[in-house]
């Protein structure tokens, strides 16, 4: 069995393309921490020839599971799901007032249980904002409860990408960049704009050998994601930045597009 973060399967499925190794040992695959684009799901399972495959989502601050996928599940809701909630937890689903809403309906996340830290060490405050007096806790994540249990993410609340009055969740944009056979990873996020309020850049982590290009890109969306949706600026690197727990630190990604913004939001070269 391995347990590990998306970023991690990405770079061992890279090396073993580049090395042509086709492990076939490994009866487990279990991934969470960071949004699992469903592609990956598939392209481990074929890859590693595994007999099963998990999906997990969870926080530190809930020691740290809290969806999991079930022994019986099929590679799809693995793919398309972070499973069900864990026993002797509660989970709903709230508008921005705090009020339930029906199956199948994004909002945020909430859960509760034995498994809640009790607070920030010597965060008062900062511990009041996220649990509620009745013990609940809020994930900041959109999110989706289907009938059945299964959960969805749909993104980060706090990562929304707001252009022209219309809400975009980067989860969307980075599974559809990672169909592309040429892509390894992807990370979208919004940057300021004077007309628009916010428009979406695109970070792009290439297979070895491949040499794509924006035009390339926007020819990839044509026809396949709505004009909205569609990127303004992408940038190409070699390698993303991790976070000490192996996430893609996409806070330092937007600073460095930031810096190749000039003060009229104008788009300077960054290939």
């Not at 929304?160 to 969740?169: H, Y």
């Amino acid at each position: 069995m391995m347990v590990a973060s998306p970023s991690l399967y990405v770079d061992m499925l890279d090396a073993m393309r580049d090395h042509s190794l086709k492990p076939d040992s490994l009866i487990i695959a279990a991934i969470g921490s960071a949004p699992v684009p469903q592609q990956l799901v598939h392209d481990i399972v074929e890859s590693f020839a595994v007999q099963r495959i998990y999906a997990m989502y969870g926080m530190t601050e809930t020691s740290p599971l809290i969806f999991q996928s079930l022994a019986s599940d099929a590679v799809q809701q693995a793919a398309a799901t972070v499973g069900v909630v864990t026993d002797h937890m509660e989970a709903k689903v709230v508008d921005p007032e705090g009020r339930m809403v029906p199956m199948g309906t994004p909002g945020e996340l909430w859960v509760r249980g034995y498994a809640i830290m009790l607070g920030y060490w010597g965060e008062e405050e900062k511990t009041k904002g996220i649990i509620t007096p009745d013990g609940w806790l809020k994930t900041g994540d959109q999110f989706v409860l289907q009938e059945g249990g299964y959960g969805r993410v749909v993104g980060r609340l706090k990562d929304i990408i707001i252009r022209d009055n219309t809400n975009i969740f980067p989860i969307e944009i980075e599974e559809f960049f990672i169909t592309h056979p040429d892509v390894m990873e992807a990370q979208a996020f919004g940057v300021p704009d004077p007309r628009l309020g916010e428009e979406m850049c695109v970070c792009i982590r290439q297979r070895a050998c491949t040499a794509l290009s924006e035009q390339q890109l926007r020819e990839f969306c044509r026809g396949k994601l709505a004009d909205f949706k569609t990127p303004r600026y992408f940038s190409f690197l070699p390698e993303f930045p991790r976070t000490a727990t192996g996430k893609v630190d996409k806070l330092w990604l937007k600073k460095s597009v930031m810096q190749e913004l000039d003060v009229s939001g104008q788009y300077l070269a960054m290939q």
